[in-house]
């Protein structure tokens, strides 16, 4: 489902997804009411949404949908807001991809594509703010030992216990012991804040390389 009140972006998305098999677009709005009431009814898996919609505003929309829809369908947040802290705001309520509309149109069927296989997706564009907010070094990555680097990158990418162990050919029992090292090690608790540091130590790629784009 796309929500954006212009309807060139929603019409170049649909245009573009109508080509790759397995996408189907079930319904689109250009409104936040319209958007929640749609996707109640449409039950869609991944909504492309606007952060900035007439009547009410996409993270509402957001909010609205998970408390209303079961299961809550995953969400790619369009935004011409250029603070990286937004987008990890975002992220920690719960959004699986976030792309600034400066990034083109590439760029958000990239997301769509990553967050539809389950993973965390932040557009480049974002991604690169973060990090020279952050710093560049990647110093603190030294604190991991190779086997929790890997872990955390996994992590980051948005790959489930499962999906990591079977990447790694280790048990989810390993993974989730790995998880619990890295997550005292730098105090994070939650999903987005790892995807913070794995941007920030490189483990994440922020140049928006194919092979970060899941291609």
């Known amino acids: 489902m796309l929500v954006d009140d212009h309807q060139i972006i ?7 997804l109508s080509g790759r098999p397995g996408f189907e677009v079930v319904g ?19 909504i492309v949404l606007d952060v900035d919609l007439p009547g009410l505003g996409g993270l509402d929309v957001f909010d609205r949908v998970k408390a ?6 995953a969400v790619v947040i369009l935004s011409m807001f ?6 990890m705001e975002a992220m920690k309520r719960g959004v699986r991809g976030y792309v600034h509309k400066g990034s083109g149109l590439r760029e958000i069927v990239a997301a769509i ?9 932040l557009c480049s564009r974002t991604a690169s703010a973060l990090a020279r907010r952050e710093g560049t070094a990647t110093g603190g990555a030294g604190h991991l030992t190779p086997r929790e680097r890997e872990v955390l990158r996994c992590m ?5 216990a499962k999906e990591t162990a079977q990447a790694l050919d280790i048990s989810p029992a390993t993974v989730h012991v790995f998880r ?6 730098f105090g994070a ?10 941007i920030r130590f490189g483990l994440v790629g922020i140049e928006g390389t194919d092979e970060d784009r899941g291609r």
């Open 113 to 121: 594509e990553a967050v539809s296989r389950g993973e965390s997706y």
């Open 68 to 73: 209303q829809v079961d299961p809550a369908p």
């Open 10 to 16: 929603r019409d170049g998305v649909e245009a573009v």
């Open 156 to 160: 980051s990418r948005g790959m489930s």
């Open 180 to 185: 619990s090292r890295i997550r005292d090690k």
């Open 28 to 46: 689109q709005s250009d409104n936040g009411l319209d958007a929640v009431a749609k996707a109640t009814a449409l039950r869609p898996d991944l």
């Open 82 to 87: 250029g603070d990286p802290g937004f987008a």
């Open 189 to 198: 608790r939650s999903q987005a804040e790892l995807v913070r540091l794995g």
